[in-house]
């Protein structure tokens, strides 16, 4: 249970920051096949910091 809170705090924290990485990604072209890969794996990372960070207690208003 100790390292719980801090896995998911760290999951909740990594999806909300993740989406700044996408803007450089999408601005310098998806052109190839490398930053094609690039861009599904930081989507597939995205998914699942969103799925490790859902219960997050600070995500909520009290």
């Not at 930053?35 to 799925?51: Q, T």
Request: aromatic share 8%.
């Amino acid at each position: 249970m100790a390292v719980e809170h801090p896995v998911t705090a760290a999951g909740f924290w990594i999806g909300t920051l993740l989406p700044v990485a996408y803007v450089p990604v999408i601005l310098a072209g998806i052109d190839s096949m490398s930053r094609l890969s690039l861009f599904v794996g930081l989507l597939a990372l995205h998914a699942l910091a969103l799925v490790i960070g859902h219960e997050y207690d600070g995500s909520r208003t009290r």
